[in-house]
């Protein structure tokens, strides 16, 4: 669920990027943090205890003011891609809008791709989530490699719905921001409903007229919602592909996995709680 502040009319959207370990999560968003303007992005983030680690960074990819007034922010993180950290995946897909599943193309790691994609469900069915209509993305991560798993193998065992996918390398830029291009897309819509359902509740003595009016210009709003992800994202799209370098990381340390939730409910609170000029 996305994280609101009426106050300073900010949105986080949070999406987790899941997969097993070392199939590109964090990759993704070590490439996506390189190629955005550090204008429109906050600090990339390592929260880390004994035994696990979390990355996380704000991305502001969308201009103010695009819902009603409200400022959209997209906040990425990753988790854990090990099997034994399974209590930490579910901690952070709690309060998640949407997920990037990053599944590792190379044929032999066919079996871990389908068992973590099996902890998935588990963990979204745990957590009271449908995942029959909660907003993913798959990407098929990889494919620069030989040996792979054919993409079509890929759809019917993990994605027979049909849902978006796409092939990428990461390391290379190859399928990032196209990635994360359709999960903003799924996102943004089921927020703006919100935001409108709330605003509607709060104006029920608006005559009809002025209602109509409201609607043609939310449609007009959502459509430019779209076209400026679409600029926003298109425009760093133009320098890829090209090979990822090293990224500056701030580590954290923590006590424990409960503290690292603890940690990632206040970053995002701590986020959309800053005023306006802050986030302009």
Known sequence: MAFYNYITNNVAIKVVYYGMGLSGKTTNL???????????????????????????????????GLIDGFKIHFQLMTVPGQVYYDASRKSVLKNADGIVFVADSQTQLLDGNLDCFDGLRRNLQDLKIDMNTFPIVFQYNKRDLEDLIPVETFNNLLNPKKLPYFEASAINGMGVFETLRAIAELTIPPVRERIQAEKKEAEDAVQEDDRELEKEASAKTLQEVTQQIEQALGEIKMSAPSRMTDTQVIRVKMKSEKDIAKELERLSLDYISRKKQDSS
């Open 30 to 64: 070590r490439y996506i943090y390189q190629k955005l303007d550090p204008s429109s992005r906050g600090d990339l983030l390592c929260l880390e205890s004994d035994n696990d680690r979390t990355f996380f960074f704000d991305l502001l990819p969308i201009s103010a």
